[in-house]
């Protein structure tokens, strides 16, 4: 078992699909830095699915918002530097759903590369069985990616702090607190990915349901509130708001709540990825 996870991590340091992604986390980071605004990938903004954020949280003066639209980049810079008690790296922690899209290339080079390329027919046939196999790869997946999301948290941190020179930034123990609570939800994400690329095996079709995912659903969550006049407050538990909430000082009703629910997500699609892997025929 633990040979599988070095030689998947062996695979994974070798892949340029992992750096191009990390490299485009990277250069968010440095445009949201920069222009002192977090930028966010695959938001659906609608008024039945509130993405409440810290930004949205956070009180700037009402005159100022309204002139924002006609100031220069420089100008904006310096209103927002000037924005006493604002906190720009804890606002990109809301945006931390971008890095759904970074988790979908380690299950595709963990997983499905592997039913893909007919080399789970080998290990299999070798001294792993399938719980040591599914076991090995989730240990993986969730290491990989926490260790990605743990990164991205103090780096974050760091470059805010020194090229903004400390005035939009927050504490280190705030950054951290906010991660650990957002931790549930990413797991969530590691583990909804794991479930499918469990019972759809083939890279191809992993990534055509993967990909649009989170888009897609909130599509239709909007779309359910709308129709059935569905109270919004169910909006507030979809995996994006929720890390969106989660940086933004929640209750703690809400974060257990939020807590719960992330569980429930983890477990059922972890069950579902491994008995749909159990009960499959490996060609």
């Not at 809301?94 to 963990?110: D, E």
């Not at 794991?194 to 909007?222: C, D, E, R």
Request: net charge positive; hydrophobic share 50%; charged share 15%.
């Amino acid at each position: 078992m633990i040979n599988m996870i070095k030689a998947d991590f062996y695979r994974t340091v070798r892949n340029i699909a992992f750096y191009i992604a990390l490299g485009i986390v990277l250069l968010m980071l440095g445009v949201s830095i920069y222009i002192i605004q977090p930028g966010s990938m695959g938001q659906v903004n609608t008024e039945e699915v509130d993405t409440t954020s810290y930004s949205q949280s956070f009180k700037f003066d009402e005159l100022s918002v309204q002139d924002m639209s006609n100031m220069s980049l420089k100008d904006m810079r310096q209103f927002m530097l000037d924005s006493e008690g604002y906190e720009l790296d804890r606002d990109i922690l809301g945006t931390n759903m971008n890095l759904y899209y970074i988790f979908i290339f380690i299950t595709v080079i963990a997983i499905t590369n592997d039913f893909s390329s007919g080399s789970i027919k080998n290990t299999l046939s070798s001294a792993i069985n399938r719980k040591k196999y599914f076991l090995s790869k989730c240990a993986f997946v969730f290491c990989v990616c926490t260790g990605i999301f743990l990164l991205n948290t103090y780096v974050c941190y760091f470059a805010n702090l020194i090229f903004n020179s400390g005035k939009v930034s927050s504490d280190i123990w705030t950054m951290t607190k906010v991660s650990l609570i957002q931790l549930p939800v990413m797991a969530a994400l590691m583990s909804i990915l794991i479930g499918i690329a469990f019972s759809v095996k083939k890279t191809s079709i992993f990534n055509v349901i993967a990909i649009p995912l989170i888009m897609v659903f909130q599509l239709i969550l909007n779309l359910v509130i709308t129709l059935f006049n569905i109270n919004n407050k169910i909006a507030d538990y979809e995996l994006q708001v929720m890390i969106n909430k989660l940086a933004a000082e929640p209750s703690k009703g809400y974060i257990i709540i939020s807590f719960i629910y992330c569980a429930a997500i983890i477990a059922l699609f972890l069950s579902l990825g491994y008995i749909s892997f159990r009960k499959s025929e490996i060609k």
